[in-house]
């Protein structure tokens, strides 16, 4: 990515340039991330079942720590792909760039990642509650298929698109944090020269309702999978097996 879309990039947009690759191909990244994710919730539903019925563990108890658990991995590997990039930017223009908002872009982290897990949590479980386990393998690619649609915001503007798309929030979140501007919704590359050419025409996104539809999908997303949850232990291995 540094000595493919920062190609003829002047150095003092370089940090915003920066930005803009992160933001994207972490969406992507994550996107792939999360199938094995959907995929390790969809068959743990089945052993939990047996660990919480003869076990002292229950089942709120898993779920914490499965979230927990991924959700730090999640960012560690954000954070091992940042180090990878900026290993290459490195080398390309000899300098590190920092998120200029370190606390924000904490916080865009968690909020990321809790977005991500929930997200492939809902995945998972809806084979499960609709008795429908053969769904189960396209379940688990809708992340990557809807991180290849916010990838595509190089050359397209989403508009206000974005806030529909749960991982969106993962670039937008990123790139306020590393350049402390508010982001665009689309067409990336096209809004960045049109910003060397000082003529900026792209909408952006305010950090207030950024981080109000961040909330909103984690408000969402955690009450749909408890109700799919729910739904799910009527749904006996039995049956899943059967159908």
């Not at 091992?80 to 872009?105: T, W």
């Not at 809790?114 to 008795?131: D, H, Q, R």
């Amino acid at each position: 990515a540094a000595f493919v879309f920062s190609k003829n990039v002047p150095a003092d947009f370089a940090d915003y340039n920066f930005a803009m690759v992160y933001s994207q191909l972490l969406v992507l990244c994550v996107g792939s991330v999360a199938i094995g994710i959907v995929e390790t919730m969809y068959y743990s539903s089945f052993s939990i079942r047996f660990f919480t019925k003869f076990s002292k563990l229950n089942s709120r108890r898993f779920i914490f720590e499965n979230a927990l658990s991924t959700i730090i991995v999640l960012i560690i590997y954000s954070l091992a792909l940042l180090a990878i990039q900026s290993i290459f930017f490195n080398i390309k223009f000899g300098e590190f760039y920092a998120p200029k908002l370190v606390g924000n872009f904490v916080v865009g982290m968690l909020l990321s990642a809790t977005v991500i897990y929930l997200f492939s949590l809902v995945l998972a479980y809806i084979p499960i509650a609709i008795a429908k386990p053969k769904i189960r393998t396209f379940m688990a690619y809708i992340p990557l298929i809807l991180g290849f649609i916010v990838y595509a915001a190089f050359w397209v503007d989403l508009k206000y698109a974005v806030f529909f798309i749960p991982l969106n929030i993962v670039s937008l979140l990123t790139y306020y944090a590393y350049t402390g501007e508010e982001p665009y919704t689309g067409d990336l590359i096209g809004n960045m020269i049109a910003e060397m050419n000082e003529e900026p025409t792209g909408t952006r996104v305010e950090p207030t309702i950024m981080y109000a539809t961040a909330v909103v999908w984690i408000i969402v997303l955690a009450i749909v999978a408890v109700m799919l949850i729910r739904k799910a232990r009527g749904v006996s291995v039995e049956e899943l097996r059967l159908a």
